[in-house]
């Protein structure tokens, strides 16, 4: 059974850096065929995409948020990690991460739990 | 950008059939997809590729997509159902996943 787990910290201080990890049991990220991706959703509103990782360092990230954003993959501790910088209080959010299937347009096959990052000095 | 609108909210009483729709310029020619968000869980696959539903997701959930509108159907509702739900899709000029706004089913 594939799972996934968010982890980091629950409270950033504003102007600084944000960093989560996702770590996956029961697939390999350097042999699966997908990609990997976070998501979040702030209080009250919807879900809105992040970025997507592939085994070999591909990324593709949100154009709104894509000058703050970086996805890394550690393939040898099966994880990838989410760093978003110089995070304000619009950045309070619940992140996902997920499992990415590429076969006929993307969506998330497989959801993590998701952790609460509140963003406050 | 390319932008999905859903309605906020869609009532129901148990038994009946409920209707949710996304719509979105030309949407029938992209694949969309669906997600159950119950609160204090994670978001849940219900509908790929506009009508397939992942192993486990009851039959009473189905997609159809055409034109400006996707749709989710719920038939014969129960309880269990009432949660938010999003549609999503791949602006493949951009390399961008959408989502909708959401839609918050009700379950009266």
């Known amino acids: 059974q594939v799972r996934l787990q968010e982890s980091g910290p629950g409270l950033v201080k504003p102007s600084e850096t944000l960093s989560l990890t996702c770590s996956v049991s029961g697939d390999s990220i350097s042999t699966s065929p997908h990609y990997w991706g976070w998501i979040r959703q702030s209080p009250g509103k919807g879900l809105e995409w992040i970025g997507n990782?592939?085994?070999?360092?591909?990324?593709y990230y949100s154009v709104s948020l894509k000058s703050r954003v970086t996805i890394l993959v550690d393939t040898s501790k099966n994880q990838f990690s989410l760093k978003l910088t110089s995070v304000t209080a619009a950045d309070t959010a619940e992140y996902f991460c997920a499992r990415t299937s590429i076969a006929a347009d993307w969506h998330f096959d497989l959801w993590g739990r998701g952790t609460l990052v509140t963003v406050s000095s | 950008s390319y932008v999905l609108a859903q309605p906020p909210s869609v009532s129901v009483t148990p038994g009946q059939t409920a209707f949710i729709s996304c719509g979105g310029d030309?949407?029938?020619?992209?694949?969309v997809h669906w997600y159950q968000r119950k609160p204090g869980q994670a978001p849940v696959l219900v509908i790929y590729n506009d009508g397939d539903r992942p192993s486990g997701i009851p039959e009473r959930f189905s997609g159809s997509n055409s034109g400006n509108r996707a749709s989710l159907t719920i038939s014969r509702v129960e309880a269990g159902d009432e949660a938010d739900y999003y549609c999503?899709?791949?602006?493949?000029?951009?390399?961008?996943?959408?989502f909708g706004g959401g839609t918050k089913l009700t379950v009266l």
């Open positions: 990782i592939y085994s070999s360092g591909n990324t």
């Open positions: 030309n949407i029938g020619s992209k694949s």
């Open positions: 999503q899709v791949l602006e493949t000029r951009s390399d961008q996943m959408i």
